[in-house]
C-alpha cells in the first residue's frame, strides 16, 4: 500500500527538552487515524514537522515520498489548525473564495461554503463569528481545494453536539472518497466512535498503535455492573476483597467493578454466595483504555 506519510525514527529537541523521541508511524490512503495524548506528549511537535514547519532533529518526515514543504507547495495537504489562520474584517466568502483561489487545485467558493454548511455565514465577517462558527470556517479553508490528506487539530472545539455530528459526516464523505483524515483531539469519544485507527503519544514517545478496539484491549480491563439486595444472602463486605479488580463503587444495591480478569472476579462473587441480578459485563472505553496505557507508561519510566 502507498504511503501518504511516514516517520522514520523521528525525534525533535528543544535544548534539553526531547518534544518527541524515536517516532516511527505511516499513514495510508483512506485511513481516518486519530491522534491522542496528553497537553505535552508531542502531538502538536509532530503536527508541526508533519507540515513542515519544524524540522526533526533526527530521522526523517515524508509526505508522499518527498519532504513535508513541497507536499503543501502542491496542494496536496488540507490543514485546519486549532486556532488562528482566519483574517479580520472580511466575509466569510470572500475568506473562502481567497482559499480556494490560490489552492493548486481549489473547488467553487459555492461548493465549499456548502460541504462546510456554512452558506448562513457567507456573508458574516469573520471577526463577527463564535468560536464554533469560526471552526467550520477553518474546516472550509482545509477543504478548499482536492487534497489528499487533511491534518485537523482538534477540529470539533467549540461546536455544539448538531455541528459536531455534521461535521464528522462531512469527514467520513472525504475518507470515503480515498482522502487521508489525521486529527487531533481530546473528545475521545469521537475517536472511538470514528477513527479507523488510533495513535498514542505520551512524553515524546508513541506508545500505541492499532485500531480502538486493539487499544482498548491492550489495557486489559472490563467492567462488571449488577444489583445485590440483601434478602438474597451472602455478605457483600467481601466485594473488596475480590480478585482482579481495579475499582469498586456500591451504590445502594448497585455495584460496579472494573477488573483485569472478569472470569476470575465473577467466579469470586458465586463463592461468596453473593446472587447478582442484571447483570453486564463490558470492556472498558478508549477513554478508559487511553488512561490505563498513559498511566503504565509512566509506572514503567519510573522503574
Not at 506528549?41 to 503536527?47: F, Q, Y
Not at 466569510?92 to 448562513?120: M, N, W
Not at 486489559?220 to 481495579?246: C, E, K, M, V, Y
Request: aromatic letters at 6%; a negative charge; hydrophobic letters at 40%.
Amino acid at each position: 500500500m502507498h504511503e501518504v506519510a511516514a516517520f522514520r525514527n523521528v525525534s525533535k529537541h528543544f535544548g534539553a527538552v526531547k518534544a518527541v523521541s524515536g517516532s516511527s508511524f505511516t499513514l495510508h490512503p483512506g485511513e481516518t487515524v486519530a491522534f491522542l495524548g496528553p497537553n505535552g506528549a508531542g502531538k502538536s511537535t509532530s503536527i508541526d514537522m508533519l507540515l513542515g514547519l519544524k524540522d526533526p532533529s533526527e530521522g526523517q518526515v515524508t509526505l508522499f515520498g518527498g519532504t513535508p514543504r513541497q507536499a503543501i507547495m502542491d496542494g496536496r495537504v488540507g490543514v485546519m489548525l486549532q486556532s488562528g489562520g482566519l483574517l479580520p474584517e472580511v466575509t466569510v466568502r470572500e475568506l473562502v473564495g481567497f482559499s480556494c483561489k490560490v489552492h493548486p487545485r481549489g473547488y467553487a467558493v459555492d461548493d465549499v461554503l456548502k460541504t462546510a454548511q456554512i452558506q448562513d455565514l457567507a456573508d458574516r465577517r469573520v471577526d463577527r463569528l463564535s468560536g464554533g462558527q469560526e471552526q467550520r470556517v477553518r474546516f472550509a479553508l482545509a477543504t478548499s481545494g482536492d487534497s489528499d490528506l487533511i491534518v485537523l487539530d482538534e477540529p470539533t472545539t467549540g461546536m455544539d453536539v448538531n455541528a459536531r455530528q455534521a461535521f464528522w459526516s462531512v469527514m467520513k464523505a472525504q475518507a470515503d472518497a480515498g482522502r487521508t483524515i489525521l486529527f487531533a483531539t481530546h473528545y475521545l469519544e469521537e475517536a472511538d466512535a470514528i477513527a479507523d485507527r488510533v495513535l498514542v503519544m505520551h512524553k515524546g514517545r508513541l506508545i500505541a498503535d492499532g485500531t480502538a478496539a486493539e487499544i482498548k484491549a491492550r489495557a486489559g480491563q472490563r467492567r462488571i455492573s449488577f444489583d445485590l439486595h440483601p434478602q438474597d444472602g451472602g455478605d457483600a463486605s467481601l466485594l473488596n476483597a475480590l480478585p482482579a479488580i481495579t475499582a469498586l463503587d456500591v451504590s445502594g444495591s448497585t455495584v460496579r467493578i472494573s477488573t483485569s480478569d472478569a472470569d476470575a472476579t465473577m467466579a469470586a462473587v458465586y463463592r461468596a454466595g453473593l446472587y447478582p441480578r442484571g447483570l453486564e459485563v463490558t470492556g472498558v472505553g478508549l477513554e478508559q483504555a487511553f488512561i490505563t496505557i498513559t498511566a503504565e507508561a509512566t509506572a514503567a519510566e519510573g522503574n
